[in-house]
């Protein structure tokens, strides 16, 4: 039978220890401060402008802008933790709220007692978009080859839902939502018509990367050119209010071939 060392002993006590104490740790659950969450109910105004900044019942903040999802929030470890945003309390009491918001600056609020506030909210409708609501549509007639030929583009609205993090007047993180469009192009040679086809955002997965694609419209198409290749279209896929885009040239041949190259970001 073999032997330790007293010190090798005392060093497998130790390992053992500390694997146990490793092995049993939890996560600490956060506690939440229900007095301070019973004393957020209600709408919150600016208490130098007087508007509205949001309104909170229940477990959920609501917000005036009909674009802004509302976000389920909690008070816990002296913060105003938003969705997945936290922001420090400075100051609460049942009629003042202050709090530091992203940037640091100091957002001071007053709960405000006049009914008509809670015309600002409606949340009976699911929130708006800012984008296309109707079906947009554009032709033209262009002649190649002495051979006339016709392109149409349609831009249908759906419901298809792309949200987007912007941070409001209050430098508060808020979830927009928007819907996303399919564009439908159809060529006609004469009175045939050689090609019809919807276009969505995802077949531009190969020219956009997918972070900035999962954020992005397709906003617009717009006919560029025709030339022994085929008619040239470029696509717009776009983060909604935003200056970032991505042009897509989409080639359809005569043969209905279509191919895709980025033209621009």
């Given at each position: 039978?073999?032997?330790?060392?007293?010190?090798?002993?005392?060093?497998?006590?130790?390992?053992?220890?500390?694997?146990?104490?490793?092995?049993?740790d939890?996560?600490?659950?956060?506690?939440?401060?229900?007095?301070?969450?019973?004393?957020?109910?209600?709408?919150?105004?600016?208490?130098?402008?007087?508007?509205?900044?949001?309104?909170?019942?229940?477990?959920?903040v609501?917000?005036?802008?009909s674009?802004?999802?509302?976000?389920?929030?909690?008070?816990?470890?002296?913060?105003?933790?938003?969705?997945?945003?936290?922001?420090?309390?400075?100051?609460?009491?049942?009629?003042?709220?202050?709090?530091?918001?992203?940037?640091?600056?100091?957002?001071?609020?007053?709960?405000?007692?006049?009914?008509?506030?809670?015309?600002?909210?409606?949340?009976?409708?699911?929130?708006?978009?800012?984008?296309?609501?109707?079906?947009?549509?554009?032709?033209?007639?262009?002649?190649?080859?002495?051979?006339?030929?016709?392109?149409?583009?349609?831009?249908?609205?759906?419901?298809?839902?792309?949200?987007?993090?912007?941070?409001?007047?209050?430098?508060?993180?808020?979830?927009?939502?928007y819907?996303?469009?399919?564009?439908?192009?159809?060529?006609?040679?004469?009175?045939?018509?050689?090609?019809?086809?919807?276009?969505?955002?995802?077949?531009?997965?190969?020219?956009?990367?997918?972070?900035?694609?999962?954020?992005?419209?397709?906003?617009?198409?717009?006919y560029?050119?025709?030339?022994?290749?085929?008619?040239?279209?470029?696509?717009?896929?776009?983060?909604?209010?935003?200056?970032?885009?991505?042009?897509?040239?989409?080639?359809?041949?005569?043969?209905?071939?279509?191919?895709?190259?980025?033209?621009?970001?």
């Amino acid at each position: 039978m073999s032997k330790f060392s007293p010190f090798i002993v005392l060093l497998l006590v130790v390992a053992l220890a500390a694997c146990k104490g490793k092995s049993g740790d939890t996560a600490v659950p956060v506690v939440e401060n229900r007095q301070a969450k019973a004393m957020l109910q209600g709408i919150w105004i600016d208490s130098e402008t007087e508007e509205v900044s949001f309104r909170i019942k229940g477990d959920t903040v609501y917000f005036p802008d009909s674009t802004s999802m509302p976000a389920y929030f909690r008070v816990a470890k002296d913060s105003f933790m938003l969705g997945t945003q936290s922001y420090p309390v400075v100051k609460q009491a049942s009629h003042l709220f202050w709090f530091r918001n992203q940037n640091g600056d100091i957002i001071k609020l007053m709960k405000s007692d006049d009914p008509n506030d809670v015309l600002s909210f409606d949340h009976q409708a699911p929130p708006q978009s800012v984008t296309v609501t109707e079906v947009m549509k554009k032709d033209s007639v262009v002649v190649f080859n002495g051979e006339r030929y016709h392109w149409y583009i349609a831009i249908n609205p759906t419901r298809y839902k792309v949200q987007k993090t912007s941070y409001n007047d209050d430098g508060v993180g808020v979830e927009n939502v928007y819907y996303d469009n399919i564009i439908h192009i159809s060529l006609f040679h004469g009175a045939d018509k050689f090609f019809w086809r919807d276009f969505r955002k995802q077949m531009y997965s190969q020219q956009v990367p997918a972070q900035f694609l999962a954020q992005a419209i397709l906003s617009n198409m717009t006919y560029s050119r025709v030339d022994a290749k085929g008619f040239y279209f470029n696509a717009m896929l776009c983060i909604p209010d935003g200056p970032s885009c991505y042009v897509v040239e989409t080639r359809i041949g005569f043969n209905g071939e279509v191919d895709y190259k980025l033209l621009e970001r």
